[in-house]
């Protein structure tokens, strides 16, 4: 679903966020509070998750990221709210 896409604004200010860390996208270890409250209110919020889950149906989806970290990902914000308000089960898969 590309609307559940960060914008670039959004991905601008999380790396602004990593570099006062000293973090990298593949290094950093949770999404900033900033970040996590933009993507909530401007894309989680405003997103028709039911039509995901009626395209997840009966499978059981997986969610690729590229950080190492599940929570430093936009993907685990969209996970939770499935278990939230769908009742989907998180699981997070590690090398």
Do not use: W
Request: aromatic share 6%; proline share 3%.
């Amino acid at each position: 679903m590309p609307e559940l896409a960060p914008t670039t604004a959004m991905r601008e200010a999380q790396y602004e966020a990593d570099a006062a860390k000293d973090e990298g996208k593949r290094s950093r270890t949770v999404l900033s509070e900033a970040y996590v409250e933009r993507y909530t209110e401007e894309i989680l919020d405003r997103a028709d998750l039911g039509k995901l889950v009626r395209f997840i149906g009966r499978s059981t989806p997986a969610l690729f990221c590229v950080e190492r970290e599940a929570a430093a990902c936009h993907r685990s914000l969209v996970a939770a709210r499935l278990a939230r308000d769908h009742d989907f089960r998180i699981v997070n898969l590690r090398a």
